[in-house]
């Protein structure tokens, strides 16, 4: 079950969708949604040596970013009024709300606030994906305390639960998580059973059954297809829906998200993405 939803905001677009996804999913939960900014300090600056020298006394500073008191308070200003904004839009939605600038590392600051009752928002783009699936969000779901939504959109209604089951512990957490949420939430379950390697596709439809006996259990594409095409699939036929997975560092799920293909994988599913660890 979720007690709070809390939003990673550093005003790019897939931060908005985090946000109006998160709002969607506390409507129906009734539960708060928290809104956090971090005002991060700039990255070191690299030293250089002179190349013509095997050793330089005096390395040349690069690559720092320049950062003052003056720079923080305007960025503190400005994503006060955007919080503000974003707070105006969860009164409208009768959402209870707060919202929260830190100076920090974004990912620490959120490690640090979350408690395992929790959810995680952040936004495929932006800060927490600079290059793909980034190190920060990898950091976020291994080590978090509670699940992790990422959101790569477009923004469309959510009002359905789809779970992905593939016979490993992490994806039982992730059946478990859903059927919590789609109590919750009161909305309609679907699980996805995915074959593999170690499981066939008759034992993967029956234990998911076995799991949640009141969700509809569905399987896309044949028997050993591989298992990205499976979850696209499925999440192509279930419009509308919140995605649920197990994120494990040993398995082909871990290789889907974090690998090279994480970044067409997500805007393929095009769904706000739940990983549960």
Known sequence: MIKRIIIAYDGSDLAREAFAFSVMIAEAAKVEVVGMHAIEPPPAPVAVADPAA????????????????EDRDRERDRFQRELGEQEAYCKQREVPC????????????LIELADPTDLIAVGMKGRFARAGFGSSTRALVQK???PVLVASGPLRPVN??????DGTGPSKRAVQWSIAVAEQTGWPLTLLAVSGPKLSLDDSLQQAQDLAPDAQVVHYGPDGDDASDQIEAAAEHAKMSLLVMGAYSDSWLHQLLFGGTTGQVLSHIEAPVVLVH
């Open 54 to 69: 095997g050793f330089d006394p005096n390395p040349i500073l690069v690559g720092g970013v320049r950062d003052t008191q």
């Open 98 to 109: 707060s919202m929260v600038i830190e100076e920090g590392r974004l990912r620490d600051l």
């Open 144 to 146: 978090g305390p509670c």
């Open 160 to 165: 359905r639960v789809l779970g992905v089951y």
